[in-house]
């Protein structure tokens, strides 16, 4: 657990999720896929049982390579970090992380907070090389948080989303290597 304060002088901390959280992390999940349309999942489309969540949390728990964080102020969720590994062996230096944060809470530095915190497990960890994400290309303040850690973009898939209006929206990979030769100094 780290201690943490929003630009605004917000304190808050930064944990592993545990299956205790699950319920709180269900409703906060709703709250966040309710507020934004630059993410997959749409509220209507999300309805996950505690006990599925429970199963899922302690899936990530108890997988070496992967990670969830969440940001939490007076036991309120706000923020949120996932970050799974690869299984197969010629592709276990790779896993893929999503992000976001409480609508109440965002510009504040916690989207930040987080990624620096899994960018920091990351590079220290032994067979995590790479860190792949996707993000809608139309998501412009992920966009440039991501460019800003140095990620780069690798792949775009075309057209690849429609919105409910109609609009069709790229899908843009983007990583970040933090092993090897390739690695930088970007790290907290
Ligand atoms: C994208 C998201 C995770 C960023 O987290 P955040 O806590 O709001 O962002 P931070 O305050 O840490 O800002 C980090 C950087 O992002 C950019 N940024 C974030 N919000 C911004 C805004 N409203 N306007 C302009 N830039 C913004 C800035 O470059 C900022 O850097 P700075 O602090 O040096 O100005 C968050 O806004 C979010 O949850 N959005 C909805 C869900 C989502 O889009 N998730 C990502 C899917 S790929």
Excluded: C
């Excluded at 006990?51 to 309120?76: G, M």
């Excluded at 949120?80 to 992000?99: C, D, S």
């Excluded at 809470?105 to 996707?134: C, F, P």
């Amino acid at each position: 657990m780290t201690q943490h304060s929003t630009k605004n002088e917000i304190p808050y901390i930064i944990k592993e999720a545990d299956e205790i959280d699950a319920e709180n992390i269900i409703q906060y999940s709703k709250t966040v896929f309710a507020s934004t349309d630059q993410v997959l999942t749409m509220p209507e489309e999300y309805n996950i049982s505690v006990a599925d969540e429970q199963i899922w949390i302690n899936n990530i728990s108890k997988s070496p390579t992967s990670k969830l964080l969440v940001a939490v102020r007076d036991e309120e969720i706000i923020g949120f970090l996932f970050f799974i590994g690869q299984q197969k062996a010629k592709i276990a230096h790779v896993g893929e992380l999503g992000v976001n944060v409480h609508p109440g809470y965002r510009a504040m530095g916690i989207g930040r907070a987080l990624m620096g915190a899994l960018i920091k497990w990351a590079a220290d960890h032994k067979t995590i090389e790479k860190i792949v994400l996707q993000v809608f290309a139309t998501n412009y303040n992920a966009i440039k948080l991501y460019h800003s850690l140095d990620f780069k973009e690798e792949g775009r898939f075309a057209k690849s989303v429609k919105q409910k209006n109609g609009d069709y929206v790229d899908v843009v990979q983007m990583y970040l290597f933090v092993g090897g030769a390739e690695s930088s100094e970007v790290f907290f």
